[in-house]
């Protein structure tokens, strides 16, 4: 999707909002709001990653249409003042600065990955405003702020899981890994997959960035370099246009070690874009199957399909999520301190991603899910291979 596409979105939402209004209509009056609950939002719905701000506006704004058709939060309608960072850390503090400053919001959905987080840590303290990550990995990410949560994994979870079923599941003793050097999230996840795996009996082979010395994405040399050494698995932590490169590159080179990667490989782009070396690839996923009897993720499935999203996505879900979150805590009150009384509070709360709850370090306990990808209908698409509870 380009930027273009959130906007033609919001439009989209608008008819369909109206569609949902309509249709409500016909069996009952529409909701009288007592006046507007407002929450910030900053995502990079622009520039290197917006393929994950764009998936994740959907999964956000489709679910607030969802609360407003049902009533709102307390009477009141939930409103997102959205902003675009852009994919830049320093204007997703200063989306949030004036949020908070111009716009009074007691709580921001987003910044949406690890490395506009960790940089918003500071502002979220000094302004004493909840800030609530959808896709946070980095475990330092909500650790020691009490204004910090996140909805997705952090990297321990990530590494744990898929190194607990990669060892039960193929018997696998060496591992080479590889990371983007630019992202603090990959730079910290590959170093926790090395020590996770080694905790674990295994043996790491190597550990190469795929950028060079020059600052230049370098694909070749660090896949060579690991499949001289003939490690069982190769584990990428990266986002998910290094992902299809990497997937891509190892094709081309002729090596079949098996791969793997975290969450940011559970997108779109990657199943779209990687060609046919992905099949048996194995990601971390927050997404059930749709044959499963899972009722929440369910009516999300549903909920994303009719709102014009045809493969809905982990980044969807964990923003949709959220925005879930935020409803059960605004049920406590609507200033920062009651917002985060109430996630704090929360307790095994059935979401589409699984039953969550909040830590007292702002981290979420909730299932880990991973994925194989398989070849179904002409079409790369992940199945559901196996559910690691917390």
């Known amino acids: 999707m380009h930027r273009a596409a959130v906007w033609l979105f919001a439009l989209a939402g608008l ?4 569609v949902a209004a309509s249709a409500v209509a016909e069996d009952a009056p529409a909701p009288t709001f007592t006046g507007d609950i407002v929450i910030g939002a900053t995502f990079p719905l622009s520039g290197e990653l917006e393929n994950y701000g764009q998936s994740a506006y959907y999964g956000a704004n489709t679910r607030v249409r969802m ?3 049902a009533g709102g939060v307390n009477g009141k309608r939930l409103v997102l003042e959205w902003r675009d960072n852009g994919s830049n850390p320093e204007q997703a503090v200063a989306d949030i600065r004036e949020l908070v400053e111009k716009h009074n919001v007691p709580a921001v959905l987003g910044p949406l990955l690890s490395d506009a987080t960790m940089a918003a840590r500071d502002v979220a303290d000094e302004l004493e405003v909840v800030i609530l990550s959808p896709l946070a990995s980095v475990d330092a990410a909500s650790q ?24 039960r599941s193929f018997g696998v003793k060496s591992c080479g890994i590889l990371y983007d050097s630019r992202h603090t999230f990959s730079i910290e996840l590959s170093q926790v997959f090395a020590d996770t795996f080694t905790e674990h009996g295994g043996r790491v082979v190597g ?14 040399t660090p896949l060579r370099a690991l499949a001289e050494e003939k490690p069982d698995l190769i584990f990428a932590a990266s986002y998910a246009l290094e992902a299809t490169e990497i997937v891509r590159t190892a094709g081309d080179l002729g090596i079949d070690i098996r791969l793997c990667g975290p969450d940011t490989w559970d997108n779109e782009l990657v199943y779209d874009a990687s060609g046919t070396r ?11 199957e749709t044959a499963f009897n899972y009722r929440p993720f369910q009516t999300f499935y549903n909920a994303m399909e009719q709102a014009g999203m045809d493969f809905p996505d982990a980044q969807a879900a964990s923003a949709y999520d959220a925005v879930s979150l935020l409803v059960v805590a605004l049920e406590k009150g609507e200033t920062s301190a009651q917002i985060r009384e109430g996630l704090l509070a929360i307790r095994r709360l059935p ?20 994925r194989i990808v398989e070849r179904r209908n002409n079409r790369l698409l992940p199945v559901f291979a196996v559910r690691i509870d917390p």
Do not use: C
């Open 15 to 18: 008819l369909v909002q109206f």
């Open 207 to 220: 550990i190469h960035s795929i950028i060079d010395e020059n600052g230049e994405k370098d694909y070749v």
């Open 278 to 288: 992905l099949v048996g690839t194995a990601v971390v996923s927050a997404l059930f």
């Open 351 to 370: 979401l589409a991603t699984g039953r969550v709850t909040m830590g007292p370090n702002g981290n979420v306990h909730k299932p880990v899910i991973i």
């Open 67 to 69: 609360v407003n058709a």
């Open 144 to 167: 020691d702020n009490p204004w910090v949560f996140r909805v997705g994994f952090s990297n321990t979870q990530i590494a744990s899981g898929m190194i607990d079923f990669q060892m």
